[in-house]
Structures are given as C-alpha cells and as structure tokens.
C-alpha cells in the first residue's frame, strides 16, 4: 500500500522562526511535492522535486525553500515563518514505478503563525 | 499553458440519486493522465479514478465512472447511488508524463449529499 508520512500534523510557531516541514514516501519515487491549500485557492504548488538534491520552483516559491538529500524524504523550510503562510501543507509522491504515474497525498501539515 | 476548469464550485444530490461533476482541460499534449481527487473533511486526498489518455474505454470504480471525451478536452465523474460519505470537494488533474510530471488541478467542486 502506497504511503506518503507528513510527520507534524498540527504546529502553531511564532513570527520570524524557522520552520521545517518533512515529508516521507515509501514508494520509491522520482517526483516529491509540496502544495498549499488555502481556501477558495485551491491546491497551489511551492517546489516540487524530480531526483535527490533537485528542485523547481512552482507557482509560489516565495518564502519557500526545499531540501532533498534522500530519495524519500522532502522538506520543506519556511526560513522566517510569517502570518500570511498560515496555511494547510500537502506534502505528495509520485513516479512511473508503483502507482501507476499517479499522484499520492500526505494527510497534510496544519500550520499557524502567530 | 495547461488548465483544469471545473465550472460546478458547488452541488448538491440526494442520498441514492445519481450526479455528474464536470471538469474540462486544455493540453496541446496527445499522452497525458486524467484523475479525480476526493477531498473529504479529514483533508486526506484519495483518488478516485484514473484514465489514461491514449484508451479508449472510460474507466470506471465502483459507483464511479467517467466519460472521457478526448475531442472535447472533457472528463467528467458519475457517482451513482450517493452515499453520504461521498460528501467532499472533489478536484480533476491532469499529468503529462515528462520530467517531473507535471500534475495540473482544478479548483474543485464541493459536493454534498443530502439525507
């Protein structure tokens, strides 16, 4: 069964911290992701990653960076976290190998700025 | 540029009844994936269904099926016999299988299934 791990469900953290979000899939695939989900925006793609140590901006990079250093793990990092990127986090995998080209979510990061 | 448009931001059926979400698509690709996402109150996405563009046949789930209509750009989702646990927002994708493959979503249809 496939199986992307969002380690922190639910984070509150303060103005100005640094803020680390990890993401692991056991599904050994190429292509990790990271959206935003805000309401009434829909899904909204930060970074995505296509093998270890690359990246690529998505659609809203700013404030934003990414570090894969392991097939399997992706995480995101706000390096000065601020009000306006509270915000629901979807972490996702996917690759030609199991699963079929499709793409298979986290349960998601709930994070508050404060 | 590749878009997903759903034009239904909101509906509603009755439990048992039968109701279709739409969702169109611009690609000037010819091998590309299509998906439907459920979005339940959890906030878990689960795929619903999948087609591959190059066949023919709709692909069907269960009470889900689609109509794929590749002329048209057009991929639409059936839910027959609604159960309220169909109750979710529910989004269309897209994915050409070049690097990084590039997953386009729609911007969803909230769908509520009433006793």
């Known amino acids: 069964d496939v199986k992307v791990t969002q380690s922190s469900r639910y984070l509150v953290k303060r103005t100005g911290e640094k803020v680390f979000l990890e993401c692991v899939q056991d599904?050994?695939?190429?292509?990790m992701f990271w959206y935003r989900q805000d309401p009434g925006l829909g899904l909204r793609l930060i970074y995505f990653?296509?093998?270890?140590?690359?990246?690529e901006k998505g659609d809203i990079p700013e404030g934003y960076s990414v570090s894969r250093e392991k097939k399997e793990r992706f995480s995101l990092i706000l390096e000065s976290a601020s009000t306006n990127q509270t915000s629901m986090y979807l972490c996702?995998?996917?690759?030609?190998?199991?699963?079929?080209?499709?793409?298979?979510f986290g349960e998601g990061s709930w994070l508050t700025v404060v | 540029a590749q878009t997903v448009t759903q034009s239904q931001p909101e509906m509603s059926v009755q439990e048992a009844e039968t109701v279709t979400l739409s969702c169109t698509y611009d690609?000037?690709?010819?091998?590309?994936?299509l998906f439907w996402y459920k979005q339940p109150p959890s906030r878990q996405m689960i795929l619903v269904i999948r087609?591959?563009?190059?066949?023919?046949q709709n692909a069907t789930e269960n009470r889900f099926s689609v109509n794929f209509q590749k002329a048209a750009k057009s991929f639409s989702l059936k839910i027959s016999d609604s159960q309220l646990g169909d109750t979710a927002m529910y989004f269309c994708?897209?994915?050409?299988?070049?690097?990084?493959?590039?997953?386009?979503f729609g911007p969803g249809t909230r769908l509520s299934v009433l006793p």
């Open positions: 996702a995998s996917s690759g030609p190998g199991q699963g079929k080209n499709t793409i298979y």
């Open positions: 599904m050994d695939h190429e292509n």
């Open positions: 990653s296509y093998d270890v140590k690359m990246k």
């Open positions: 690609t000037s690709e010819n091998n590309y994936y």
């Open positions: 087609q591959e563009a190059y066949k023919q």
């Open positions: 994708a897209f994915m050409t299988p070049n690097y990084g493959q590039n997953f386009v």
